[in-house]
């Protein structure tokens, strides 16, 4: 038996899909994966600008990596350690836009040439500890701005996507908490 469609009384429009309805779309279009005619973004816009954000956090990869290697001084161990578990979270990141652009039928761009170009944020080396910090708390408040941006962009247009940005952008505001907190700490004179 199916189930009748419901109304939402304020427009007398139908909101929720019989389930005849729901088998017969799932079963037009299959080619189309997960674009189905209830999508109401811009796939093809989804697309590039999940293309930019994939660039950015391949360069928060490498920044992070290579402060993870390079960063000297008394306090660097820790420093080091904390750079390099967040290069990991960084690379996560990534892999689910990557995920979520192959979804929307597209091919996630991980080719280094130009790679800078397309990032929001900049790969930036820092001369020593305190700058390498530095530069990753600016990167990351750019990440945070962005991805702020554009959860409200994908609003209900596209869900999935406005929830793993969501949830990327909880990472980034905890790594530039971070960066700000590992900042102060430099700042206090040595004992």
Known sequence: MNSPSIVNT???EPFLSDVKTLRDRARAHIEQGVVS??????????????????????????????????????SSESIKAE????AIEEQEHAMAVAKRINQLG????FDPRGLASRAASEYATGADLTAM???NLIAERIAVDHYRELIRFFGDNDPATRVMIESILAVEEEHASDMQDLLAMQAQPKR
Do not use: M, W
């Open 10 to 12: 304020k427009t007398a």
């Open 37 to 74: 005619n209830t999508y109401v973004g811009d796939v093809a816009r989804t697309i590039d600008i999940l293309q930019a954000v994939l660039a950015t956090e391949l360069v928060c990869v490498l920044r992070y990596s290579q402060h993870s290697i390079a960063a000297t001084g008394l």
């Open 83 to 86: 750079f390099a578990q967040h």
């Open 106 to 109: 597209g091919q996630p761009n």
């Open 133 to 135: 910090i530095r530069e």
